[in-house]
């Protein structure tokens, strides 16, 4: 089936998620990117906890939460939580993201991304970075309340878009949501930037790139 949107996941596969804590490594000390990935893998496994226990927590809340569990591990001054939360808002995107993105919309795909994000954190994501003319849709969690790699999620642009989910080419660096996704219905790509290697979830992805340029060449 013809590719009609291409869907992103935002964190790790747009923006970077370490970015915050290597704005900070001066202060962080060289365990910085250790405690950046300990602090991204314990806000995804207290996503799938609240799914878990049907205990809902915004994303924003969950990012707070594992922030501060991860600063009492690292040893981090908690004086700085405020400031790594407000990088946090506004993380850079990958280098490639816009011109990437803009060759898509001039192939009129409807654009949008899907994440565990609240609108709000997302919006000003995308703003701050320029990126929100590029955009059809944001859809986020919040308005099902419940975290993917749940279906109800990857319903969402089925419903906007009135399409089949093999008409969804969807992207992900997280090779449990490229899972959740294929799973799904969804043409799912998995975006392996740090030669990682892919979970055992019963979806294997027929592509694989390294970063979003050589999705021009897939769809």
Not at 41 to 63: A, C, G, P, S
Request: charged content about 30%; overall charge neutral.
């Amino acid at each position: 089936m013809k590719t009609k949107s291409v869907v992103f996941d935002a964190y790790g596969t747009l923006f970077d998620v370490n970015s915050a804590a290597e704005k900070c490594k001066d202060k962080i000390g060289n365990e910085w990117e250790n405690f950046s990935n300990f602090w991204r893998t314990t806000q995804l496994e207290y996503t799938w906890l609240r799914n878990i226990m049907k205990r809902h927590k915004d994303f924003w809340k969950v990012t707070e939460d594992s922030l501060e569990k991860s600063m009492k591990v690292f040893k981090i001054d908690m004086t700085m939580k405020k400031d790594l939360l407000n990088l946090y808002k506004v993380l850079s995107p990958y280098p490639e993201v816009e011109e990437v993105l803009k060759n898509l919309k001039n192939k009129n795909f409807k654009l949008a991304i899907l994440s565990n994000g609240t609108p709000s954190l997302l919006n000003e994501l995308v703003q701050s970075n320029n990126l929100d003319d590029l955009f059809d849709d944001i859809f986020s969690v919040e308005e099902v309340k419940i975290y993917k790699p749940d279906s109800k999620v990857y319903d969402l642009p089925l419903k906007k878009y009135k399409i089949k989910s093999d008409e969804v080419t969807f992207l992900s660096a997280n090779t449990w949501d490229v899972s959740g996704g294929g799973n799904y219905g969804y043409n799912a790509v998995w975006v392996n930037r740090n030669k990682a290697i892919f979970d055992n979830l019963d979806f294997k992805s027929t592509h694989e790139i390294n970063n979003l340029t050589q999705l021009l060449d897939i769809v």
